[in-house]
């Protein structure tokens, strides 16, 4: 399921501690849905092909000190061009205040201006940072995020499987939840994919005959955490005896999300298999392979040099 991908500015003024200089705007009806920002110093020059005025755009010393040399008149002129109904905020650093004319032409036009005290280069880098996060493609999955020595597995399955009672055992091992029954999938890369939370849902638990149970009240806030990278995918199946399982593993398999390709393992169910210390050795060797060892590979070394040992001594 898609999830709309919006940032109201108010959002941004909260996060980063800005100033609002235009208050007659409502600031949370305004929506940045782009998480790309823009300098416009070409722009207040004078050159407007391929201007999107859709972004953030960032006044720094270098604009602000170009606009001063202009005359008023001239000044106005410029900022007629670049401030659009479109346009989500502009936002000046380094405290550098923003002049009547400016202010006049954004508040008609219901443009919010804001001031920070942050110098240019590196709010340009926290906002980019921040919207690339709030603003990528998002789904929802049916699932359960556990952060497992670090690695964030996604456990999958059909309703009823053991999900949540494998994510509760982890828990009790010192493991950290992430989210239950919803996972909210953010593409920020392509390499990285996020997991989190539904805010209505967050650090809550469903148990089949138990009903809610609060992990960060009972468990306390370590047990918890609000975000995490999805690095491993493992699909929990009921056991069939006709299906072939892989006991090997020397070939990985693999799921998609946005496009995204995560390892992963298909684990059949049946009586008496402890699912939180199988996910958990998963982790384990998901991180071996990180870091360069791989057992299945080490096995089929040994296989064929024994192979070739019993070979030589045949002849």
Not at 36 to 45: G, H, S, V, W
Not at 62 to 84: A, C, F, G, Q, W
């Amino acid at each position: 399921m898609s999830v709309e991908t919006t940032v109201a500015v108010s959002q941004l003024i909260e996060k980063f501690k800005l100033k609002n200089l235009t208050p007659e705007i409502d600031v949370k009806k305004v929506k940045i849905k782009l998480p790309d920002i823009n300098r416009p110093a070409i722009q207040l020059a004078g050159f407007l092909e391929n201007y999107d005025a859709t972004r953030v755009q960032i006044i720094g010393y270098v604009e602000y000190s170009y606009l001063l040399s202009l005359d008023p008149e001239e000044r106005r002129k410029r900022y007629d061009k670049v401030i659009t109904e479109k346009t989500p905020a502009f936002i000046y650093a380094r405290s550098l205040m923003p002049g009547e004319i400016m202010l006049q032409m954004a508040n008609e036009r219901g443009v919010p201006v804001l001031i920070t005290e942050m110098e240019t280069s590196a709010l340009m880098a926290e906002v980019i940072k921040w919207l690339n996060v709030k603003l990528a493609p998002c789904i929802s999955v049916h699932g359960v995020l556990v952060d497992i020595f670090g690695e964030g597995v996604l456990i999958t399955g059909e309703s009823g499987i053991g999900k949540s009672e494998a994510a509760l055992e982890l828990i009790k091992r010192g493991h950290r939840l992430v989210t239950d029954d919803v996972v909210e999938i953010r593409k920020v890369s392509n390499d990285t994919l996020i997991g989190s939370a539904p805010d209505v849902t967050k650090h809550l638990i469903e148990l089949r005959g138990i009903g809610i149970v609060d992990v960060k009240t009972m468990f306390g806030v370590s047990s918890v955490r609000d975000t995490q990278n999805i690095d491993l995918v493992i699909r929990l199946e009921e056991w069939d005896k006709d299906k072939d399982y892989d006991r090997i593993g020397l070939e990985e398999e693999y799921t998609e999300y946005l496009g995204n390709k995560v390892v992963c393992h298909n684990i059949p169910i049946r009586p008496g298999r402890n699912l939180a210390i199988i996910c958990e050795a998963a982790a384990v060797n998901f991180r071996q392979k990180k870091m360069g060892y791989n057992a299945a590979q080490e096995l089929y070394k040994r296989v064929q040099e024994s192979m070739r040992k019993h070979t030589e001594e045949a002849e």
